[in-house]
């Protein structure tokens, strides 16, 4: 480990230095890194599958729809708007300056550190690079090692596409991330657990360094008792797609549990049933469309939620496990304890409680007496329900009659609040979260007024007192010179 | 920007030792200081050392970690009621706060000229005035700001929109500092409750007179369920941290910024930190000289005595021009403060004896004080020291390596400009850089290579004023920004709200992956990269 640090720190002298010199900065850089992002996708998309079967199980379709297919999409988006995002923003000041001139100038970090997970290790290690390398940043990726086959796919294959003077990729677990983390950066992006979240927050503070924290949660999905079939169906479609489809509800914004209305509760079961034969078949263990548990570890943790008997009691449908193949057959429980840890923890798996409430509108208190969620799923037509919803809890997201899309929405920010996360991402937004914006303000030498300079008297204080009862900012700016006022003769 | 002193109790005599709040966390002492007198003080520059004597009483309450936690309770109480989001309590709030300012303006410029001396016409102009109109903007504008802001979604109108919500984030607790005591606390405070938050104010006990002023104020003038203020230093400090918030907003050192980031992470409690560095000045040779000097004196001498976070810090120029440019000071100096600047009442005082000897060590250092080219008298009686230029000290001497915040100006010289740019770079970056020029091409380029929170092209201190713009620092001088809009962003999520209808339904998106769903795809897959998601997500129109 010793010459793994000696090692390190060489590097990262060699990348601070590059940011020094500017190279980074250089739009031309920026859209080189970029296009190699793009040609690594082209050029090894088959092992990028591959890879992504290997350490989750997923079907290529999933893959490609959730990892593959919207880093193609992001990344068009950055080639196309880099430009757009580079340039500087004029600000506007706010009444008559003279011969001054505002504007906002969006510049690099410096080097930054992204730390990615393992449940879409594609996808959410390449996301926030782009967003980095957007922004002009030199930067060090750290892959999970619990998806070793893309972790390795990312060390070994990437930089073959890349300045390898600024963007590294170091590969390892607990241990390589620890050592990381005591290294001075300008900005750690990390998406993980809550738990891991507060380990990196308090090492970034030791060298008062930003940081992004892309956290979970318990998302609920809220279904209220809707009377068309059409609606019910694609509905509960939504929510299966959202809990089952996407790495087998290991992913941060999975629908966790479901909310009903008692009285509706049957039939959403009944349905549900019906549609998830429909999509995984009758064994939906040879089924190829559901992924994998990423590992045993976590296969025992979801197996141990299920323990307590009166959760297992629970289960309407499923329930069913393969330890060898690490495989958890889509499960539905009606209402588990409410105190029971698969109602308290994030569950990351394949197990969908579903809990009855006497109205729909209980929901929000259900939602708010939990910390809060990276998103919340309302399913309903109910306009004054929903304007509840959007302003009575609190989420990174809300999203109304579907669930997960929020992901592949460029112009909305991606990020938590409280416990799910610190920061946002995603589209511009990816550019801001590598970027400090810089306040520029320009003056000539011409317009200056005696009165901002000492010594002061009364004379110049009773110019203030008159000023007092009309426009204190446009006092201040009297006095900075920036506006010409009648009151200057006056005093004179 | 600050360095925590003093409000620590050694021990239950009548002599306190102050001390970095790092060092201290582990006192427990319940006491609150009446009166502050200054005595003999013996600093040293890694520890804030400062002997103090007071007197003082023991207070009836002690602000303890219990104490706290009821007072967060009872302001989460407050904001889960929904109360503070509505408009209506905003703008009471802010309106409450604004005649409050109109009308305790007297006794707010006691209280500054007691903690600092400072003088009355900068209290009303750096203090006073900024905060109404920060608070004036609030009352103007949040209608606006609270609106939701419709955004287009990427993926064809139809079938869905997307708008982002403001929401605030809750309960925050906002640590203001001691040397624009008042701005400094109520312009956040303004941000927070501009953004619908429950607040604590925990101002500086260095600035005593303000402290004891804003905790009396609010009570008056602000809704106690959901506004409050906490008085006290280290123990109290420590109290709060050890709390739950929803936001911390910390003006002050970066060495207490650690402190305080730290105490965050526990909770995952997002942080704006506003901390300071040293500002320099680049001067270039082809500058109006007269108006150069004067902006500089108004960026240092002027701006609290130097006590400022965002205040001229060190000044860069040419070999051959420093001559002028001293010559030029010198004279601007003498019409601002007069002939002898130690009798003038125009600037304001080191705040306390501890900061004064650690100017005076940042002077008396070897190979620095023979390099004093003007001023460097000093009067501890008065806690004074006269405006004082130094010219090309020794760039590892302390007073380059540490923020000065005191009325030492060092200038420093290159034989080209250009080469400024190392020599600032080579330090963390600072809140401000500025530069005078009329030269494009240096402007440009200061613009590019130079880092810094903000910067301010032929005046100092100007990009403070301007509400468009987001006032905050990068690097070792801090993180995240506020003012105007920003101010209420600070303090508001950004949540993100996508509207669906149940139309718009593909297959495609469901398992099982059938071969014929793979043929879909692949056709897909040689078009538009777009068209593939939108097909998936249900959203391709035929």
Not at chain 1, 77 to 89: E, F, G, I, T, V
Not at chain 2, 350 to 371: A, G, Q
Not at chain 2, 472 to 484: P, T
Not at chain 2, 534 to 539: I, V
């Amino acid at each position: 480990m010793d010459k793994f640090m000696i090692d390190l720190e060489t590097d990262l002298e060699v990348m601070r230095e590059c940011c020094r010199s500017g190279k980074t900065k250089e739009a031309s850089w920026r859209r080189s890194q970029l296009k190699g992002l793009q040609t690594f996708l082209k050029e090894n998309e088959v092992e990028i599958l591959r890879a992504l079967r290997e350490d989750l199980g997923k079907h290529y379709v999933e893959a490609f729809r959730d990892e593959v297919g919207l880093i193609k999409k992001s990344l068009n988006l950055a080639l196309k708007d880099l430009q757009k995002w580079m340039s500087s923003r004029e600000a506007k000041l706010p009444m008559i300056a003279l011969l001054s001139h505002a504007e906002l100038v969006p510049e690099p970090l410096g080097l930054v550190l992204v730390i990615s997970p393992w449940n879409f290790p594609l996808a959410l290690s390449l996301e926030p690079l782009l967003g980095a390398i957007a922004a002009g940043n030199a930067v060090v990726l750290k892959p999970s090692e619990m998806a070793p086959a893309c972790s390795s796919l990312l060390f070994n294959t990437l930089p073959n596409y890349l300045d390898n003077e600024t963007i590294k990729v170091i590969e390892g677990g607990p241990a390589v991330g620890e050592q990381l983390l005591l290294k001075k950066w300008d900005k750690i992006f990390f998406t993980g657990s809550a738990r891991v979240g507060r380990i990196v927050m308090s090492a970034a503070a030791k060298h008062l360094t930003p940081v992004t924290l892309e956290l979970g949660g318990k998302c609920p999905a809220v279904l209220d008792s809707l009377s068309w079939s059409w609606d019910k169906e694609v509905a509960v479609n939504r929510i299966i797609g959202a809990k089952y489809g996407s790495c087998a509800g290991q992913a941060c914004i999975s629908v966790d549990y479901l909310l009903v209305e008692k009285a509706f509760s049957s039939a959403v079961v009944e349905l549900m049933k019906v549609l998830i034969k429909k999509m995984y078949r009758d064994n939906p263990l040879e089924s190829q469309s559901v992924g994998r548990i990423v590992n045993k570890h976590h296969f025992l943790r979801l197996k141990n939620l299920l323990t307590d008997k009166m959760v297992k009691d629970s289960i309407v449908y499923g329930g069913s496990m393969d330890e060898d193949s690490l495989f958890i057959e889509p499960t539905i429980l009606v209402d588990p304890p409410r105190d029971s840890t698969i109602m308290t923890e994030e569950i990351f798996g394949p197990l969908l409680p579903i809990i009855t409430l006497d109205k729909i509108e209980d929901s929000i208190d259900f939602i708010n007496a939990r910390p809060k969620p990276l998103a919340i799923y309302a399913f309903t037509k109910n306009e004054a329900f929903r304007r509840r919803m959007v302003s009575q809890t609190s989420s990174g997201a809300v999203v109304f009659n579907d669930a997960i899309i929020q992901y592949a929405a460029d112009t909305i920010p991606f990020g938590g609040i409280g416990e799910s996360g610190i920061g946002n991402y995603h589209g511009k937004f990816s550019f801001d979260t590598f970027s400090h914006y810089k306040a520029v303000v320009r003056r000539s030498f011409l317009t200056d007024f005696w009165f901002r300079f000492p010594p002061w008297n009364n004379y110049k204080l009773e110019l203030f007192e008159t000023a007092y009862n009309y426009d204190y900012f446009g006092m201040l700016l009297v006095i900075l010179g920036l506006k010409r006022s009648r009151r200057r003769f006056d005093v004179r | 920007m600050i360095i925590v002193s003093a409000g620590l109790f050694k021990d239950c005599g009548s002599s306190i030792v102050g001390a970095g709040l790092g060092d201290t966390l582990a006192y427990h002492h319940t006491y609150k200081i009446n009166q502050v007198s200054f005595s003999s003080s013996i600093p040293s520059s890694s520890y804030c050392r400062a002997t103090l004597s007071i007197t003082m009483e023991e207070a009836k309450q002690t602000f303890d970690v219990d104490k706290a936690a009821v007072l967060v309770k009872e302001l989460r109480k407050a904001f889960t009621s929904g109360k503070t989001k509505s408009y209506e309590w905003r703008m009471s709030q802010l309106e409450s706060i604004s005649k409050m300012i109109d009308e305790k303006e007297k006794e707010i410029i006691e209280a500054l000229h007691k903690d600092l001396s400072k003088p009355e016409l900068e209290a009303f102009v750096s203090e006073i005035s900024m905060t109404k109109s920060s608070c004036k903007l609030a009352l103007k504008e949040l209608k606006h700001w609270m609106m939701p802001k419709k955004v287009e979604t990427s993926m064809a109108t139809y079938p869905s929109s997307a708008e982002i919500v403001s929401e605030p984030l809750g309960v925050v607790l906002v640590i203001s500092t001691w040397n624009f005591p008042f701005l400094l606390s109520l312009d956040p405070v303004i941000g927070a409750i501009a953004a619908g938050n429950a607040v604590v104010l925990k101002p500086s006990e260095i600035a005593p007179a303000t402290s004891s002023l804003l905790s009396r104020l609010l009570v008056e003038y602000a809704d106690e369920s959901a506004i409050r203020v906490v008085e006290g230093a280290v123990v109290e400090t420590s109290a709060l941290l050890e709390q739950k918030w929803d936001k911390i907003f910390f003006t002050g050192g970066a060495r207490v910024g650690h402190i305080v980031m730290t105490a965050a992470a526990k909770h995952l409690t997002p942080v704006t930190l506003e901390l300071g560095g040293k500002c320099p000045v680049l001067v270039d040779s082809n500058v109006d000289l007269q108006v150069t000097a004067r902006r500089i004196v108004a960026g240092k001498w002027a701006c609290n005595n130097g006590q400022a976070c965002i205040g001229v810090d060190y000044i860069i120029t040419t070999k051959d021009f420093a001559t002028k440019l001293i010559g030029a000071l010198r004279s601007v100096l003498e019409e601002c403060f007069g002939k002898d600047p130690m009798e003038s009442k125009d600037r304001s005082r080191i705040v306390n004896s501890f900061h004064f000897m650690r100017l005076v060590n940042l002077l008396d250092e070897d190979k620095v004080s023979d390099k004093i080219v003007v001023g460097g008298q000093r009067d501890r009686s008065q806690l004074q020291i006269a405006p004082t230029i130094l010219l090309d000290v020794p760039e590892d001497s302390l007073i380059m390596q540490e923020e000065i915040f005191g009325p030492l100006l060092p200038i420093m010289t290159v034989e080209k400009l250009e080469d400024a740019f190392d020599m600032i770079n080579r330090k963390p970056k600072a809140l401000a850089a500025y530069l005078f020029s009329d030269d494009e091409q240096i402007k440009r380029k200061f613009v590019q290579n130079v880092s810094a929170g903000g910067i301010a092209i032929n005046d100092t201190i100007l990009q403070l004023a301007v509400p468009t713009l987001p006032f905050g620092g990068v690097g070792e001088s801090g993180m995240g920004s506020y003012h105007g809009k920003f101010s209420f962003d600070a303090f508001s999520h950004n949540k993100a709200v996508l509207y669906r209808s149940f139309a718009g339904e593909s297959p495609t998106r469901y398992p099982p992956y059938t071969p014929g769903k793979q043929k879909q795809m692949k056709a897909l897959i040689s078009g538009d990269v777009f068209n593939i998601m939108l097909a998936l997500l249900g959203w391709f129109k035929n």
